[in-house]
């Protein structure tokens, strides 16, 4: 297959409150981007979408996101400008990113296919800000996430006030694939799941019942891209993220037996449910399993939620009522359903920062007597 040679230009259309508006052009080599083609597998309801990754310097990328159903041809006179360096931020700030992402500017991307001598426009929908650090990366986007090698599985990594919990990894080829739980902000569910590999990108977005999956770099199929980039390394074989349904059958009674590997986090995700629903629901102190143990892993409608608790404090004799932070929680979900501040919340628990890990014990008012 021939490869087709491609020009790529951002363009910035900027919004005044006059009537007459003005156009600018922000060219930039081709040499210095990558297409990432991702693909729809099975039923799902967000589009197919590809990503172009500009990468600015060894620690920064930004990557632009586009529908590939709204792609249109086009004929672009401007074209002939010198295209900026790779590493070129202008206009690039943070207020352009936030501008374009709140849709208060327009910014395109133009690709140019010299066989056909034609451009096809592509309205980029999503500027998302990846920065690389140390063992780890921060990306700002759909989410605001940070990740390093001492994120540990239940950890939140949304510094936005949201809720992604860091699930885990496992190797596919020589790279490391993460996974991540993203929650509904309003809801304990969760609203997607996404795969994101080390030096690599995002690798597969689920959501029930479907998934997108990454299937092409620079017209390259993924696996063989993945063996390019892995010849020198020793190769395991792809494994599959997603658990099997028959790796966590039930029995007749609804019941599920602890295998060895089995912890209550990947049960919860399995499941589509809480670490402390199923703790709830097996009266379990700690999260501690134990192999051959049989445990209800389903609401069979006799689950309580706990919270909050009523304690009396030994020192002041006050009455005090206790939220056990849940999987998934932020302060702010806690302090909205007991109707107080954060910042109420931070000062009686002497909280330095809004960080709260699952099963931490909050004190959210004192009773007196």
Same mark, same amino acid.
């Given at each position: 297959?021939?490869?087709?040679?491609?020009? %790529?230009? $951002?363009? *910035? %259309?900027?919004?005044? $409150? &006059?009537?007459?508006?003005?156009? !600018?052009? $922000?060219?930039?080599?081709?040499? =210095?981007? #990558? &297409?990432f083609d991702y693909e729809r597998n099975e039923e799902y309801n967000d589009l197919a979408f590809w990503d172009y990754h500009l990468k600015l310097n060894d620690k920064k990328t930004l990557i632009f996101r586009v529908l590939k159903q709204e792609?249109?041809?086009?004929?672009?006179?401007?074209?002939? &400008?010198? +295209? $900026? @360096? =790779? /590493?070129?931020e202008q206009f690039l700030d943070s207020n352009f990113i936030s501008d374009i992402n709140s849709s208060k500017k327009s910014l395109s991307i133009a690709e140019y296919n010299k066989e056909k001598k034609n451009y096809r426009m592509y309205s980029v929908k999503k500027v998302i800000v990846h920065n690389a650090i140390g063992n780890g990366f921060e990306m700002m986007g759909d989410y605001k996430l940070f990740f390093n090698n001492k994120t540990k599985v239940g950890d939140n990594v949304d510094s936005s006030g949201g809720r992604v919990l860091y699930m885990g990894a496992?190797?596919?080829?020589?790279? /490391? *694939? !993460? !996974? %991540? @739980?993203?929650?509904?902000?309003?809801? +304990? @569910? %969760?609203?997607?799941e996404f795969y994101y590999a080390e030096q690599i990108g995002l690798f597969k977005i689920s959501k029930d019942p479907g998934i997108l999956d990454l299937a092409y770099i620079n017209g390259v199929?993924? /696996?063989e891209y993945l063996k390019s980039k892995c010849k020198n390394s020793t190769v395991d074989k792809v494994k599959e993220p997603i658990a099997q349904k028959d790796s966590f059958v039930l029995d007749s009674d609804g019941m599920y037996s602890i295998k060895s590997g089995d912890n209550l986090y990947k049960l919860a995700n399995f499941f589509n449910t809480r670490v402390d629903v199923i703790m709830g629901l097996n009266n379990m102190k700690t999260a501690e399993l134990k192999l051959g143990q049989k445990i209800k892993v389903k609401d069979d409608g006799s689950y309580k939620d706990l919270n909050p608790i009523i304690r009396k404090d030994e020192k002041s004799k006050e009455a005090l009522k206790i939220h056990i932070v849940r999987q998934g929680e932020?302060? #702010?979900?806690?302090?909205? &359903?007991?109707?107080v501040s954060v910042q109420e919340i931070m000062k009686l628990n002497n909280l330095k920062d809004s960080k709260i890990e699952i099963f931490q014990e909050l004190v959210i008012e004192k009773i007196k007597p």
């Open positions: 297959m021939q490869k087709i040679a491609l020009l %790529f230009v $951002l363009s *910035l %259309f900027s919004i005044l $409150l &006059k009537a007459q508006s003005s156009e !600018h052009y $922000l060219l930039y080599d081709a040499a =210095c981007v #990558q &297409k792609a249109y041809v086009d004929e672009i006179a401007a074209l002939d &400008k010198e +295209p $900026l @360096r =790779c /590493n070129d496992i190797k596919i080829q020589c790279f /490391n *694939l !993460h !996974h %991540f @739980r993203a929650y509904d902000k309003v809801q +304990p @569910r %969760f609203s997607e199929d993924i /696996n932020i302060l #702010q979900d806690i302090a909205s &359903k007991y109707k």
